[in-house]
């Protein structure tokens, strides 16, 4: 397998199953040149670091230093495969510009220090706002890419230390939808499905999701279904003709930013086909005739108008999707990254909740994550949420946290909901927040509206603290930055987006005094004193494995019970499904098997937004809703995004993922052949639309926005007349002199957020394009 050329084929060799086998192993591995197999002296088992699906692998270890991966055929998730970036991403850790020392801004300058004054001045700043303005001028932003472990202890400075409602993680840029529209419909987050239903589906849909390129190792999965006997039929949702859209049969190509409208038209010619489980909708859902109205409203006819999509390719869709007997969907950013975002994603669960299609194999809903731990983040209250899917608006689950955490339930702020990303980066602007610590996440490229962010972190008044392995144009903002060990450095566990938890441990030393996460945080807790009421320390673990026991009482009786598992059991587990407790020993495939949801009143996570307003629902709403805790359907109407295309941007700019790029390239930019594979930035347009500006394959065309300008070359693709698209994985730390700023889409995008999620919206932005000529060109 190491010979394949997998930045070619980045999917390998086919394996075809059929419909109910157990999809067959295929070991794929990477060793350097010069190393043998019989060379590598140690074998620690992980699993990658750069998606979420979670495959699980082996790091191979030599004198020391990493020298390669290897699949692990057992294990549930990718049965020995890898992708491109688990193949060679690994090479980016020992670069050797990685962070060794910590920095602290003196004159204007960052210059190399000691952990003990680079702390120092972190605790200095922290007690001196605490003392001055309270703790509400702190805030946190963290990751979906550190492990449980980290996000739990950091929860537990936030909510319950600092005592400020100011913590979100970078999942609300990228899974905050999906942890929304699983509480609004089901009263909880949790995925209900699973990867292995793959292996049952009939029908597979893809709404706004390139899995192709973006979870490589799923769709192998998909593509050796399609490989083998009884296939599925594949529907794909997404406005360019990405790999997905090429295998699928049916493609659908809708105007960026219409996803609610579509979805409302299919669910239209599902429920006029009688497409419906009546007995599993009258036992397990309320809200459906009010879903049943509204949709009244979207024959295909008018889809068509709003869409662009041919009204017989949604009648066809329809079709494929009611006489369905196994559907599962996925959903990602083409949905989430979108306005109306909740409310889309929404009606995905609502198509499987008429069609009672959950909880059987082959029927599943994934709302998809996309960083390798987002999930755990929302589990351990790291998005601003409280750990174990308690709810902030349910005095008792705060009381409950706080008899765990041995504090005054006053201490927990729940005064309303949590402050999300975009709001922290206002406060920061407005100036009621002054000190804001990041972690694990590069803002200056993957926030909206570059110029602005660039703006809010420069501030004289705000004390900005980044944690990064590698110098960033964040950590160039920075007044202190705090160097850290990563992945296959450190030991700690990850969830990915189908429960499956796996344990990563430490292979070899991290570079000069790089540190873990979690020690970084742990020293933060103890030098800041934390207590609990009675006066003992309140972070009261020192190493991954206690702070796992720690999460694990956390978890207790919760939704993602994490009390049958522990590091012995991850050992070799190849992968186990939360809840894992007394109860489910070996873990769980599928949730709400029995048409049971988290969702009562007493229990759920959450009692729901309006997905027009956003404005939360109130308890006593709800349990006149939902008494019984069943699965709730909501409808939406279709609103058109607040930026339309228009005479002076007329087209749609939206902007995703190439499949050899992780996010702002600090790791996949430090790996040759990942590097190599797409090294600089580039727009995506139809012929016609190339054409109307005189631009040729590989000429330089300028992207402005009303915020900014891109300078890319032009690629000239199949995708949907007047759309554009940029890959948004490049910034500037290794950008060709002159570049600047010029070179990220963000620098094009809006700062506006779904009202139910928070999610930016990334993929809404009207934009023009004009050729660049003689010096203009870079
Ligand atoms: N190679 C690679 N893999 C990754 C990552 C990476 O950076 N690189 N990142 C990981 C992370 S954190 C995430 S969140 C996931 C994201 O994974 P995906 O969601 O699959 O990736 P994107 O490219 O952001 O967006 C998916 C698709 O949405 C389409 N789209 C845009 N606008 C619309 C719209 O209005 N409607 C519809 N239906 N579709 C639309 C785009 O054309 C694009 O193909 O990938 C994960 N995996
Ligand atoms: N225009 C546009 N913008 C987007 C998106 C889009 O589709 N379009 N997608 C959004 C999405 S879904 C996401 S997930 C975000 C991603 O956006 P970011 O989170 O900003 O992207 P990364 O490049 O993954 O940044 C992670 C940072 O953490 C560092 N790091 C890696 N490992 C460790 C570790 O173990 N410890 C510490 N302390 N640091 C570490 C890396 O060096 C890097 O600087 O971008 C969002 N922005
Ligand atoms: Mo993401």
């Not at 360019?240 to 239209?268: C, E, F």
């Not at 030393?509 to 207590?531: K, V």
């Not at 020192?542 to 207790?556: G, V």
């Not at 499949?659 to 139809?686: I, N, Q, S």
């Amino acid at each position: 397998m190491a010979d394949i050329d997998r930045i070619a084929d980045p999917w390998g060799t086919r394996t075809p199953y059929g419909p109910g086998d157990e999809w067959p192993a295929r070991v794929d591995s990477f060793l350097e040149k010069d190393v043998a197999p019989g060379d590598v002296d140690r074998w620690v088992p992980t699993a990658s670091i750069l998606h979420s699906n979670g495959d699980g692998m082996d790091l191979a270890v030599k004198d020391g230093r990493l020298v390669g991966v290897r699949g692990r055929p057992g294990d549930r998730v990718n049965r020995g495969r890898l992708g491109p970036k688990d193949l060679y991403g690994w090479q980016a850790g020992r670069s050797p510009d990685r962070l060794t020392r910590p920095l602290v801004r003196r004159h204007g300058a960052l210059v190399e220090t000691d952990w003990d004054t680079a702390m120092d001045a972190v605790v200095q700043r922290s007690r001196a706002l605490l003392d001055e303005r309270g703790p509400s001028a702190l805030g946190f932003y963290t990751t979906g890419q550190l492990f449980c472990e980290e996000y739990y202890t950091l929860s537990v400075i936030a909510h319950a230390g600092i005592g400020t409602n100011h913590l979100d993680g970078n999942t609300r840029l990228c899974t905050a939808t999906a942890a929304a529209a699983l509480k609004e419909s089901f009263g909880c987050d949790g995925q209900p499905g699973s990867y292995t239903d793959i292996d049952h589906a009939d029908v597979i849909a893809l709404f706004g999701h390139n899995m192709a390129e973006t979870q490589t190792v799923l769709w192998m999965r998909v593509l050796d279904r399609l490989a083998g006997p009884d296939p599925p039929r594949v529907i794909c949702v997404d406005p360019r003709t990405t790999p997905v859209a090429r295998a699928a049969g049916l493609h659908l190509a809708p105007r960026p930013g219409t996803n609610v409208a579509l979805m409302n038209g299919l669910l239209h010619e599902v429920i006029a086909a009688g497409h419906i489980d009546r007995a599993y909708i009258d036992a397990h859902v309320v809200g459906y005739e009010e879903l049943e109205k509204r949709v009244q409203e979207y024959p295909p006819g008018r889809v068509a108008e709003i869409c662009g999509v041919p009204a017989g390719l949604v009648r066809e869709a329809a079709r494929t999707l009611g006489n369905a007997e196994r559907l599962l969907s996925t959903v990602l950013q083409g949905f989430y990254q979108s306005h109306q975002a909740t409310a889309a994603a929404v009606q995905v669960n609502n198509l499987h909740l008429i069609r009672g299609m959950l909880g059987r194999p082959g029927c599943g809903v994934l709302q998809m994550n996309g960083q390798p731990t987002a999930q755990n983040t929302r589990e351990c209250g790291a998005d601003g949420d409280l750990p174990g899917f308690r709810n902030w608006a349910n005095d008792e689950h705060v009381a409950d946290l706080a008899r765990i955490w041995n504090v005054e339930p006053k201490r927990i702020p729940h005064y309303g909901p949590p402050t999300h990303a975009m709001q922290i980066f206002r406060f920061a602007e407005q100036g009621s927040l002054r000190f804001l610590w990041i972690s694990g996440t590069n803002p200056a490229v993957s926030l909206p509206e570059l110029s602005r962010v660039r703006e809010i972190l420069a501030q004289e008044r705000l004390f900005v603290v980044v944690q990064d392995i590698f110098p960033t144009e964040t950590t160039e903002l920075a007044d202190v930055v705090l160097p850290a060990a990563t992945w296959g450095e450190k030991t700690g566990t990850f969830t990915n987006a189908d429960r499956t938890v796996h344990l990563s441990e430490k292979a070899v030393e991290p570079p000069g005094e790089a540190r873990p996460d979690l020690d970084i945080f742990l020293d933060y807790a103890s030098r800041m004193g934390f207590t609990d009421k009675d006066g003992a320390p309140l972070v009261g673990w020192t190493d991954p494995e206690s702070a796992f026991r720690a999460w694990q009482e956390c978890s207790r009786g919760r939704p993602c019970d994490y009390t049958g598992l522990s590091y012995d059991r991850l050992r070799g587990a190849d992968g186990v499904q939360w809840p894992c407790d007394a109860e489910h020993p070996d873990g769980t495939e599928r949730l709400y098997t029995d048409g049971r949801f988290w969702a009562a009143p007493d229990r759920c996570e959450s009692y729901g937004r309006d997905l027009l307003t956003g404005t939360p629902v109130e308890p006593v709403e709800y349990r006149s809703l939902n008494p019984s805790g069943k699965a709730v359907v909501k409808a939406a109407g279709y609103v058109p995004p607040h930026e339309e295309p228009d005479g002076e941007h007329p087209y749609h700019l939206i902007n995703g993922r190439t499949v050899y790029h992780f996010h702002t390239r600090t790791k996949t930019g430090r790996v040759p052949r990942l590097r190599d594979a797409a090294p600089d930035v580039w727009v995506e347009m139809c012929a016609a639309d190339a054409a109307s500006h005189d631009l040729r394959e590989g000429d330089l065309a300028e992207i402005s926005s009303p915020r900014g300008v891109v300078h890319a070359k032009v690629r000239i693709v199949e995708v949907r007349e007047g759309v554009l698209f940029l890959p948004f994985h490049y910034g500037y730390w290794d950008a060709p002199a002159g570049a600047e700023p010029t070179r990220a889409a963000n620098e094009l995008t809006v700062t506006d957020w779904d009202p139910a999620s928070k999610q930016p919206l990334f993929k809404v932005t009207a934009a023009r394009v004009r050729r660049l000529e003689g010096e203009e060109r870079r």
